[in-house]
């Protein structure tokens, strides 16, 4: 007998790379051609109606009704010119995926017959109902409307035959029901308060940007080993497999040279990307076999969170081109490492400031530290919440089991900028203003800065949120996550520091201080306040995790506990005093942080379950059957010189038998633990209850079924093996 998978590995090695058609013209030419973007604006919008367009664009101006219809109409003229027979509304609700729902470009003409029609309201918004996407119980009642509205500071683009609209999406009562809606608000937000901020530096700064450059890390397995494995195909993961005996010990998959397949696959990828207006840059190997990253250049934050939903939807859809899977999981494999997906976030200003850069002059420099400083604290008042929001069941593996970061959310500077930090925390204020003022010498001489930081190569990939020269990297977000979720809780943590920031220094000038003065005595009362959060060493070790308690930051493992930092004191106020979420909003996304949670465990254990009784019990009972019959007939021949000849295959007959009893066992526990979790009416304590009995007996039987893999004769075994799915590509 042989197994499904020795015909899925025939198929496997028989794959060839696909030809990939390079489009015409230069990257610079095919750029952008799929998005409707200002040149095609100009296009195809009559010259005032492309003013206002870019006035709503770029300055936020009010978009009206008469302006949509117009806008409308010619964004309806390219889209049919580029082939387009559908549109729809894109939008991303709260389960990490986009929505879409396809109209026609048709209308009834009242003749019997359809006239092509695309009107300015259906542009500017609709009603999807979409009643089936979680609201955590927003949409409970009777009224359970859901509005999708344009986010026109998001350019539409078009996917195959269908124009789509990047829009927000919102209750009838006005609440939030996804991510859009409440990431423009943080970063209007955080605009705001910065603004304020730079204009004690420099008068003539009107808008602060916020930047998201992210790195997107991914497996790829063969399409027909993946589809002989139902936990990848249901789960995302494999909830079991022998560890490969080669793994990722040699470090010889991490930048190493591109397999012919996967170089085919990313080519066609950053293709379509790049006519999305995706500028895809970097591409490589990653630590794991079979794993690889993507990363282009960083963007606007929304129109950057945009971008990586709809890479994640292209590398899906690409992959399968190519005789791929792709994995977005954070962990598809164990013992090898998982993916994340570094979020790069900075601030700039219209006018040129890089806020996280250092600059060539005091002032700027001063600005500089300024915003690492309210960062800084930022992330220290929030650190429970901002590991909140990018904690999930599927992140949990990765968090804390010694490859990503830990679950604990600490900042990483390097020395240099500790240095400056430290030292201008310990200089008194006067002193430091009386010696520039005098002698025109610059106490911390902070233009310096810059070429220490360019040469400061010193790295931490520990840290969960780590400062690399110009930027702030978020490490801990997620593979598969919406990078909004993260950017909301950072955007706006950094939002409310400042403007707390600027009431203290503001009250510090009313009372008759220096500018400059109070500027730097509010940083030196922040970098002390702050400095628990600071840590330089290495973030897997338990010592840091003794430490980081002593300090007093969030040490909590157990999602559905974090989720709860949703509705803290803390974070409640913080999202209502910028206006980005009220309370009901806040409880909304707690319930359904437990809800899924929930839901993906719950999954994760019938078709556990289902394989450990379908595929593993069967496979193993037959293999054993076969080492009966062998023990039987040795005895026959041999008689009782058989019982020592035998006594190994009768030890691998009571090995077999043991494990099958506990899988059997245990899976019958898992069903009885599921079946009590499953009655309780409360998200957050079923949550609980899955976190607490279902996950760790999951793991008690995988450990079975994971030595019954290591027993049982390979011909026979039912599922492709690690070693299969990690080196076939
Ligand atoms: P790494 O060394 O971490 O692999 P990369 O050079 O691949 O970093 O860049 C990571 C990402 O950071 C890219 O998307 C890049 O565009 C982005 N990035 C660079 N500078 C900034 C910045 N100032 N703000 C936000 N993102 C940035
Ligand atoms: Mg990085």
């Not at 500027?519 to 980081?548: H, M």
């Not at 019990?617 to 080492?627: D, E, G, R």
């Amino acid at each position: 007998m042989s197994s499904l998978r020795f015909d899925v590995l025939g198929e496997a090695f028989k794959k060839h790379p696909v030809e990939v058609k390079l489009p015409d013209g230069r990257p610079d030419e095919y750029f952008g051609m799929n998005v409707f973007n200002k040149e095609k604006m100009f296009k195809y919008l009559p010259s005032d109606v492309y003013a206002k367009m870019v006035d709503v664009m770029d300055k936020g101006a009010v978009m009206d009704r008469a302006l949509a219809d117009k806008v409308a109409e010619g964004m309806k003229k390219w889209a049919m010119d580029m082939g387009a027979t559908h549109y729809t509304h894109w939008f991303h609700p709260l389960t990490d995926t986009t929505a879409e729902k396809h109209d026609a470009f048709i209308e009834h003409n009242g003749k019997g017959g359809v006239i092509e029609e695309f009107e300015g309201k259906l542009l500017a918004q609709q009603e999807p109902d979409a009643s089936s996407f979680p609201s955590g119980g927003i949409r409970a009642t009777f009224e359970a409307r859901g509005y999708s509205a344009w986010d026109p500071t998001s350019p539409a683009f078009v996917m195959d035959d269908t124009l789509c609209i990047p829009t927000i999406f919102i209750s009838y009562t006005g609440e939030a029901l996804d991510y859009k809606a409440p990431l423009l608000k943080a970063l209007h937000a955080v605009d705001k308060a910065a603004v304020d901020v730079c204009r004690y530096f420099d008068p003539d700064v009107k808008k602060v940007f916020s930047y998201l450059g992210w790195e997107q890390e991914y497996f790829l397995v063969d399409d027909s080993l993946y589809a002989a494995r139902p936990d990848l195909l249901m789960s995302g993961r494999t909830l079991m497999g022998h560890n490969s005996a080669k793994n990722q010990q040699l470090d010889d998959h991490y930048f190493g040279a591109i397999p012919e397949r996967v170089q085919a696959f990313m080519k066609e990828l950053e293709i379509e990307a790049m006519k999305l207006g995706i500028p895809t840059k970097t591409r490589h190997n990653e630590v794991a076999p079979n794993q690889f990253e993507l990363a282009p250049i960083f963007e606007e934050t929304n129109l950057s969170c945009d971008h990586n939903m709809l890479v994640m939807t292209l590398m899906r859809k690409i992959a399968k081109k190519h005789g791929f899977q792709c994995l977005l999981h954070e962990k598809p494999f164990d013992g090898v490492n998982g993916s994340g997906k570094h979020n790069n976030w900075s601030l700039g200003t219209d006018n040129g400031h890089r806020l996280m850069s250092p600059g060539k002059t005091q002032t700027d420099n001063l600005m500089f530290v300024t915003f690492v400083v309210n960062t800084l604290t930022a992330v220290y008042r929030h650190n429970a919440l901002l590991k909140a929001s990018i904690m999930s069941a599927t992140n949990a593996h990765r968090l804390g089991a010694n490859e990503a970061p830990p679950a604990i959310i600490s900042s990483f500077l390097g020395r240099q900028l500790t240095d400056l930090l430290d030292s201008l925390e310990k200089s008194s204020g006067d002193e430091l203003f009386k010696i520039a003022g005098k002698t025109g010498k610059k106490m911390l001489d902070m233009p310096q800065i810059p070429e220490l930081l360019i040469d400061n190569t010193d790295r931490n990939r520990t840290s969960p949120f780590a400062f690399t020269g110009n930027r702030f990297e978020f490490r801990a977000v997620g593979s598969e996550a919406n990078c909004a979720s993260a950017m909301i809780a950072l955007n706006t943590a950094v939002a409310e520091q400042l403007m707390d920031f600027k009431k203290a220094v503001d009250k510090l000038i009313a009372s008759g201080t220096d500018k400059k003065e109070a500027i730097i005595k509010e940083l030196q009362k922040l970098i002390t306040y702050s400095k628990p959060v600071r840590f330089d060493g290495n973030g897997y070790s338990d010592e840091w995790k003794a430490e980081a308690a002593r300090r007093g930051l969030d040490c909590e493992t157990c999602p559905p506990e974090i989720f709860k930092h949703y509705t803290c004191h803390d974070s409640v106020q913080m999202f209502e005093s910028t206006g980005v979420m009220n309370l009901a909003e806040l409880a909304a996304r707690n319930e359904i942080k437990w809800e899924i949670y929930t839901k993906k465990i719950q999954i994760e254990a019938r078709i556990f379950g289902d394989m450990a009784i379908n595929h593993i019990i069967p496979v193993a009972t037959s293999y054993q059957s076969n080492l009966i019959d062998n023990v039987y007939k040795m005895k026959g021949i041999l008689g009782a010189e058989a019982d020592e000849l035998s006594a190994t295959n009768i030890d691998l007959i009571k090995k077999i038998a043991r494990h099958v009893k506990a899988i059997e066992d245990g899976v019958n526990q898992l069903v009885a633990a599921r079946k009590v979790a499953n009655v309780i009416e409360n998200e957050y304590e079923k949550a609980m209850a899955y976190y607490k009995t279902v996950v760790p007996k999951m793991e008690e039987i995988r450990h079975d079924i994971d030595k019954l893999e290591e027993i049982v004769d390979d011909r026979l075994w039912p599922l492709p093996k690690y070693r299969e799915l990690l080196f076939i590509c």
